[in-house]
């Protein structure tokens, strides 16, 4: 019992750490530039696919470094070709757009590499077990926990470290102010789009030799991380990367006792904070409303 | 003047609602395509009397609409074959969950209130999903039928389609005459003084977070209404009536008609409505044709067709 809790809440943590990289890149966007990016999920899942067919010509790892940051290049166009004009709208507009968007990035990849679930290969020295009693602890799983936490600390020295960094948070705060700084704020929103873009792609790869492929693949993500993004506190990154966490192993552990309550229980964890913390687990006193 | 437009075009709306089975099989249609218009058109305006009147965006309105449908559904199969009583059971479960909902979520505003929307409209999806035994799960709630309605003196046989197209359009007419009282109203007046400057009317002693609620309740009403119509008219629901992409499908379809018009939303669905059923019947790809509508909508058309329409007649 205390081995199948224990493999549930590793498991919740790894699938928590899916919803934090992929809530990360969504929070980032929605706190620079006001928009809610619902292809979000088509990107990770375009990430997946980009990754699988590099993958005959540049094996796994080069396809891990390759793949998110085509995505990424990506993602950069789409800003600027479709998200830009929509800026100072109505959030209704970029929302719809994006909505449009997820349904055309989830149609061209079955279009492309079909319906079915693919496998997508790992190499053999990550898949083996570490341990003949935690029979759960592949390095393939453990190996995803390290790089998400690799990549969320990158993503918060660029934050914290670098100027673009520095600028994207005193763009969150006061986007008029920089502007007035005379920092290019359309280029600003442009790199940040594609900084969460990447994040989606980096999950999408990772996901991908977990779940395996399917189209459908970003869709199952991306409710969750929105979830996380309330619970954790809007406006907070460590709010999101902490909410991601919990509502992970928050349903790892519910799989164990209820199993069909795996998803409910993430919404009743966010009823519960918008009730007794409407702000969010780390998010500031009246920031966002 | 523009009393006297309204009218016209209220009319005009009428005359077209209520001849739509007669020409529609002439144009390729059928009287299920004419049902489905009237029932999602009440949906859209629904949600309108919410995003247009109100100027609150709700993403998850499928979450109350798919309530009405399963309410409706279970009620028939499981409880007693009455339709009436399903519809009660229907509405009554959608108004009663966007209650306690809408109370968590007065208080959001903008982009936070569409994202809480999205998130919560998620929770029934997987209830249905999950709960197979009763709710049949993915493959939805079957083997039930909408029943004829016992009056008393008469029975109206509404298994018969075009029955059910007037049935349907007897309760649109009830539905559209009593949000436009209410938009009418000083109730109506202050949510449209609400959406305008939210401010500004706090300052004035409105209730703000009272007058939000109530008009996403009033909404939801509606709306979950408009499921149970749309389960009837299947004999069947499923979860894809409360999922996030049905959500998202009323929004267009209320951007598309001209959201600032109280019949905009109607026009936006009946496009959709047409547009989907013949997109789908011959191309596999009608996801991605469906996603560039939207990018369009949004990019060249945000004002929707009766925005336009209005800007063209006041130049």
């Known amino acids: 019992m205390t081995q199948l809790i224990l493999f549930n809440v590793f498991n919740g943590l790894i699938v928590g750490a899916f919803y934090a990289l992929m809530a990360l890149g969504l929070s980032l966007i929605l706190n620079l530039s006001g928009v809610i990016n619902f292809a979000h999920g088509g990107f990770l899942a375009l990430g997946a696919y980009i990754a699988y067919t590099l993958m005959p010509y540049t094996g796994f790892w080069g396809a891990l470094l390759v793949a998110p940051v085509l995505t990424a290049a990506l993602g950069l166009v789409v800003e600027r070709l479709l998200i830009r004009p929509l800026y100072g709208r109505d959030p209704l507009y970029s929302l719809l757009l994006t909505f449009g968007l997820a349904y055309v ?87 940040n789009f594609g900084l969460g873009i990447y994040l989606a792609g980096l999950a999408g790869v990772l996901a991908a030799g977990m779940l395996g492929l399917q189209p459908t693949i970003g869709t199952s993500l991306i409710m969750p991380s929105f979830v996380a993004i309330i619970v954790g506190g809007l406006g907070s990154l460590p709010g999101t990367l902490l909410g991601g966490l919990l509502i992970g192993v928050a349903s790892g552990i519910t799989t164990v006792f209820f199993p069909s309550a795996t998803e409910a229980v993430m919404y009743v964890m966010m009823g519960l904070v918008l009730l007794i913390r409407p702000r969010g687990l780390l998010g500031e006193e009246g920031r966002i409303q | ?155 109206l046989d509404i298994t018969n389609d075009v029955t059910f197209y007037y049935f349907a359009l007897i309760v649109f007419a009830l539905s559209a005459a009593a949000m436009g009282l209410l938009i009418k109203s000083p109730f109506g007046r202050t949510l449209i003084a609400i959406r305008e400057n939210e401010r500004r009317a706090r300052f004035l002693g409105i209730p703000v977070e009272q007058h939000i609620w109530l008009s996403f309740v009033i909404s939801c009403f509606f709306v979950s209404l408009a499921g149970t119509l749309f389960a009837l008219l299947s004999n069947f629901t499923d979860p894809r009536a409360l999922r996030w992409d049905q959500s998202g499908n009323f929004v267009i379809m209320a951007v598309l008609g001209g959201m600032r018009s109280f019949w905009g939303p109607l026009i936006g669905a009946a496009i959709f409505v047409v547009l989907q059923d013949y997109v789908s019947s011959h191309t596999e790809n009608w996801m991605s044709f469906i996603g560039l509508f939207f990018m369009a909508v949004v990019l060249f058309f945000p004002r929707g067709i009766l925005g336009i329409v209005k800007r063209r007649l006041a130049s």
């Open chain 1, 105 to 191: 990035l989830e149609d061209v990849a079955r279009a492309i590499w079909g319906a079915q679930s693919v496998p997508y290969p790992i190499p053999a020295s990550l898949t083996t077990p570490l341990s003949t009693e935690y029979f759960f602890l592949t390095g393939y799983r453990l190996f995803m926990v390290a790089l998400v936490a690799a990549a969320v600390a990158g993503l918060f020295f660029i934050l914290n470290r670098t100027r673009l960094g520095m600028r994207i948070r005193a763009g969150t705060l006061d986007l008029e102010t920089v502007s007035v700084l005379g920092v290019n704020v359309r280029i600003l929103r442009n790199l």
């Open chain 2, 1 to 155: 003047m523009t009393a006297l437009r309204g009218r016209t075009s209220t009319i005009a709306v009428w005359i077209v609602l209520l001849s739509m089975p007669l020409w529609m099989g002439a144009l390729g249609g059928y009287t299920e395509l004419a049902s489905r218009v009237v029932v999602l058109g009440l949906a859209a305006m629904a949600l309108n009397f919410l995003l247009g009147f109100t100027g609150v965006l709700s993403f998850g309105h499928a979450a109350y609409f798919g309530l009405g449908a399963y309410g409706v559904g279970m009620t028939i199969k499981y409880l007693q074959p009455s339709t009436p009583l399903g519809i009660l059971v229907g509405v009554v479960t959608g108004t009663l969950a966007a209650a306690v909902i809408g109370a968590l979520i007065a208080k959001r505003r903008g982009v936070y209130f569409a994202m809480v929307t999205i998130a919560f409209g998620q929770v029934f999806y997987f209830i249905a999903f999950r709960w197979n035994s009763v709710t049949g799960g993915d493959d939805g709630l079957n083997n039930w039928r909408r029943q004829a309605i016992d009056f008393g003196i008469a029975k």
